[in-house]
């Protein structure tokens, strides 16, 4: 049980680094509000697009408003050194396996379904916390990197929007 909850700490905070340095993110209208999404790994790669170029209203557009990483602020994209190569929407197991491969553990099949079982099961409280619709997951695949990252995101109405908070242990 330690291990697994050091593996979520340690799989957030990679999360929130992640996040602090990739980006793509949605049209904004000259109104301020958002073009309507058609998916979670949409609204993560047009975040992490606003993100690699510093366009911070962009990423703020499709970042979730309850996230504690809202708002960004000018100068949070500065220190960015990778661009995103491909965003896909990943499943709950996606995830856990994520976080288990990229921590090198090891883990049998009933402790992967339990633990799948148990974050289905937060995120369905967050989800409910936030009277959000939908949940889902996303796979970020990092250009020149061996590694991807995964992350959560919301849908809201009729909008998906990035929520990076699902797994960190700290704000971003």
């Known amino acids: ?18 996040l602090a340095g990739c ?5 904004v209208w000259s109104d301020g509000s958002s073009e309507s999404s058609s998916g979670p790994a949409d609204e993560a790669e047009q975040y992490f697009d606003a993100a690699e170029n510093r ?23 500065e220190d960015l050194e990778w661009a995103v190569d491909e965003v896909t929407e990943g499943s709950t197991r996606e995830y856990v396996e994520w ?12 402790e992967i379904n339990q633990w799948v079982s148990e974050i289905n099961h937060e995120m369905r409280q967050t989800q409910d916390e ?16 061996d590694t991807d990252l995964m992350m959560a995101a919301i849908k809201d109405g009729n909008d998906w929007y990035v ?10």
């Open 1 to 18: 049980m330690v291990r697994r909850r050091y593996l979520l700490s340690a799989t957030g905070t990679a999360s929130v680094v992640a």
């Open 23 to 27: 980006s793509q993110l949605s049209d």
């Open 55 to 77: 366009d911070v209203e962009s990423a703020n557009a499709v970042l979730h408003p309850e996230s504690r990483a809202y708002p960004h602020e000018e100068g949070d994209f």
């Open 99 to 110: 976080e288990i491969d990229y921590f090198d553990g090891h883990a049998t099949e009933e």
């Open 130 to 145: 936030l009277r959000a619709d939908e949940f889902s997951f996303v796979r970020i695949s990092i250009e020149n990197e």
């Open 163 to 172: 929520y990076p908070d699902f797994g960190v242990t700290q704000p971003m």
